[in-house]
């Protein structure tokens, strides 16, 4: 995949998983995150978490990871409050690395952390997982050239996702 076709950001490939809705709407800008107590709580872990590593933020955009340091070549570190989701972070985490490779940097693999778990996940990019974000990128492509949102997915985490009023109010 050509490097121009990677223009998403990590939290949108991480939507793709979690809802497709959410995913349009975040895309087109529709935001509450501000409102949202749980995206909130998530921020404050998130930046208490790792402070001191913080200071090795990459930011290109558009992809910014929470911070890269060099082992086995480098790893990119995420910081999640929960593990609700695992599969999406799983696959934001790949798709830094995917984008790190495309640009010529060794990234060995990634790291999850969990701090309120206190736990922490390895991540590999294998070749498989090139064809599956390859294909995912496609796919939200396409959502993202729908002129409507996609429906509602009436899932237990809509409790705790910024948009639970949009969609349910
Ligand atoms: S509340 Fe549910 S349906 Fe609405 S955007 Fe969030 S996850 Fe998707």
Redesign the pocket.
């Known amino acids: 995949m050509d490097l121009r076709e990677l223009r998403y950001r990590g939290t949108q490939v991480a939507y793709s998983v979690?809802?497709e809705?959410?995913l349009w709407?975040f895309s087109r800008g529709v935001s509450f995150e501000h409102l949202s107590e749980w995206v909130q709580l998530g921020r404050l872990l998130d930046e208490r978490s790792f402070r001191r590593e913080r200071e090795e933020d990459f930011y290109d955009e558009p992809v910014r990871v929470d911070f890269i340091r060099s082992r086995r070549g480098l790893v990119v570190h995420e910081v999640k409050h929960s593990r609700a989701i695992e599969t999406a972070h799983e696959l934001q985490v790949k798709y830094y690395i995917y984008y790190l490779r495309k640009k010529g940097l060794e990234v060995s693999h990634g790291v999850i952390h969990y701090p309120r778990a206190r736990q922490i996940r390895e991540v590999y990019l294998t070749q498989e997982d090139e064809g599956l974000i390859e294909d995912a990128l496609l796919h939200m492509g396409e959502v993202l050239s729908l002129s409507l949102p996609p429906p509602?997915?009436d899932?237990p985490?809509?409790k705790k996702?910024a948009?639970?009023e949009f969609?349910y109010g």
């Open positions: 979690v809802c809705r959410k709407l509602v997915i899932k985490y809509c996702c948009y639970e969609c």
